[in-house]
C-alpha cells in the first residue's frame, strides 16, 4: 500500500517561512494530484493548495501570494512553500495524493500523517 510521510513543520514567529514535504512510498503507477489540507482546532479541514502532475496549481484565497505548492514527480513528492506566515496559518496540515496503484486500477486518495505548524511570537 502507499504510505505518505510529511516533515518540515515547526514553530516560527510572525513573518518566518517554513517548508513542508510530503513524499509517497509504495505501489504507486501515476499520480494524478497532490494537495495540502489543514485543520485548526473547532474547525474543518480546508484545502490550502493542489497541483496536478501537469504543475497546474490552485490556492485558498487565505495564502494566495504567500504559499507556494510544487511537486517532483520523479521523487513523488509534494511542498508547501510557506511565507510571511501568519498567526492564522497555525494548524496540523496534511497533504493528500490521488493516485493510480497500477495500470487499470481505480482512482484511491491516501493522506499523509499531519505536521502541525505553529505561528507564535
Known amino acids: 500500500q502507499v504510505q505518505l510521510v510529511e516533515s518540515g513543520g515547526g514553530l516560527v514567529q510572525p513573518g518566518g517561512s517554513l517548508r513542508l514535504s510530503c513524499a509517497a512510498s509504495g505501489t504507486i503507477f501515476s499520480i494524478i494530484a497532490m494537495g495540502w489540507y489543514r485543520q485548526a482546532p473547532g474547525k474543518q479541514r480546508e484545502l490550502v493548495a493542489d497541483?496536478?502532475?501537469?504543475?497546474?496549481?490552485s490556492y485558498a484565497d487565505s495564502v494566495k501570494g504567500r504559499f507556494t505548492i510544487s511537486r517532483d514527480n520523479a521523487k513523488n513528492t509534494v511542498y508547501l512553500q510557506m511565507n510571511s506566515l501568519k498567526v492564522e496559518d497555525t494548524a496540523v496540515y496534511y497533504c493528500n495524493m490521488a493516485l493510480f496503484a497500477w495500470r487499470g486500477a481505480g482512482l484511491e486518495h491516501y493522506w499523509g500523517q499531519g505536521t502541525q505548524v505553529t505561528v507564535s511570537s
Open positions: 497541483i496536478s502532475r501537469g504543475g497546474v496549481t
